[in-house]
Nanobody
């Protein structure tokens, strides 16, 4: 299993960014997928998740601003981030779930992360 994120960048407050994650080595459509993030000095936190059936869930801090989506034909997961704030600055990680539904279990596989910096 391999997960490769892309799309991280420096963006001004209020701006938008779309992260992508491509999955290799597994049947992408069969698994729930997750976006996590980690800022310096903070624990890694769940940002958004998307089941194999289309159910989504978001952290309260990003609700209404971020949208998770997937393209199973391309084996890609996306995170559209709008109205970005300085507190969104973090390394963002894509992760593969252990089953098709969203569960509290830790993901089985992780990408290498992509840096998002929100600053003027």
């Amino acid at each position: 299993v391999q997960l490769v994120e892309s799309g991280g960048s420096l963006v001004q407050p209020g701006g938008s960014l779309r992260l992508s994650c491509e999955g290799f080595g597994f049947t992408f459509s069969n698994y729930a997928m997750y976006w996590y993030r980690q800022s310096p000095g903070k624990e890694r936190e769940l940002v958004a998740c998307l089941s194999a059936f289309g159910h989504t869930d978001y952290a309260y801090s990003v609700l209404g601003r971020f949208t998770i989506s997937r393209d199973n034909a391309k084996k890609k997961l996306y995170l559209q981030m709008n109205s970005l704030r300085s507190e969104d600055t973090a390394v963002y990680y894509c992760a593969k779930g252990v089953r098709s539904l969203i569960t509290p279990q830790q993901p089985s596989d992780w990408g290498q992360g992509t840096q998002v910096t929100v600053s003027s």
